[in-house]
């Protein structure tokens, strides 16, 4: 049984920075993949950054690139998600996932084999 606990989320200030953690727990070898997804009520789920086990890959959503770094614990079995220069459109609840899998297509990301955390939201007002 794995388990994705996900932290730091909160209120912040347009222009601030939160850093967001999701830690795993149980059996996670056969995961390579840890991300960041979020999604607003009434959108569908976009991926925001993921992270292979051996941080041969990174992938970022556009709209984040150069704000958000993604970085990886293993000894931990946790994923960070440092968020700078937030803007009222990062408001959302984010939510973490490991998958055996990750593919970036067409500027995407898709996860295979994934398990998901319950979420942590983060509103920049």
């Known amino acids: 049984h794995v388990q994705l606990v996900e932290s730091g989320g909160g209120l912040v200030q347009p222009g601030g920075s939160l850093r967001l953690s999701c830690e795993a727990s149980g059996y996670t070898k056969n995961y390579k993949c840890m991300a960041w997804f979020r999604q607003v009520p009434g959108k569908e789920r976009e991926g925001v950054a993921a992270?292979?086990?051996?941080?041969?890959?990174?992938y970022f959503l556009d709209s984040v690139k150069g704000r958000f770094t993604i970085s990886r614990d293993n000894a931990k079995s946790t994923v960070y998600l440092q968020m700078n220069s937030l803007t009222p459109e990062d408001t959302s609840m984010y939510l973490c996932?490991?998958?055996?899998?990750?593919?970036?297509?067409?500027?995407?990301?898709?996860?295979?084999?994934?398990?998901w955390g319950q979420g942590t939201q983060v509103t920049v007002s």
């Open positions: 996932a490991v998958s055996q899998e990750c593919t970036m297509i067409a500027g995407e990301v898709y996860l295979r084999g994934s398990l």
């Open positions: 992270i292979y086990s051996d941080g041969s890959m990174t």
